[in-house]
């Protein structure tokens, strides 16, 4: 009988049945510090960057995403739609030490990237010497 399923649905179709899909994927996220700012990295492979939102409010950093997808395929009589829709919300909350004026995000090869700032009197400044007089 699988294989009568198969020859009129396609390989696919038992195994997209059997795989239950809720279409929430949290993607992963990269957090890194340096001297002058902070990288979020937001792994979302398929996702363009009109895809994301990103929003501050009370210095939390939220970025979403809802994304639905249609696909239609049409050969003589058979007819087959697949939707796939995909939605998460990340929240961060921004410390004090950072200039949330100049946040800035940018998007490539399924890498969304928002660099954030520090204020410049939370910099490390490097070691001097202090004269005596």
């Known amino acids: 009988l699988p294989d009568l399923v198969d020859e009129f649905f396609g390989r696919d179709f038992m195994s997209n049945l059997l795989d239950v899909q809720t279409g929430i994927n949290t993607p992963a ?13 937001v792994a979302a492979p398929g996702l363009e960057k009109s895809d994301f939102k990103i929003d501050l409010e009370n210095k939390v950093l939220t970025i979403s995403c809802d994304k639905e997808e249609k696909r239609e395929d ?4 058979i007819m087959r739609r697949e939707f796939s829709y995909c939605s998460f919300k990340r929240s961060f909350t921004l410390p ?17 990237l928002i660099e954030i700032p520090k204020r410049e009197e939370a910099k490390v400044k490097p070691a001097r010497q202090i004269k005596i007089s």
């Open 96 to 112: 004090d030490i950072v200039d949330t004026e100049q946040i800035k995000a940018s998007h490539k090869d399924g890498v969304l």
């Open 74 to 77: 049409k050969d003589e009589k």
């Open 29 to 41: 996220v990269n957090i890194i510090e340096s001297k002058d700012h902070f990288k979020i990295e």
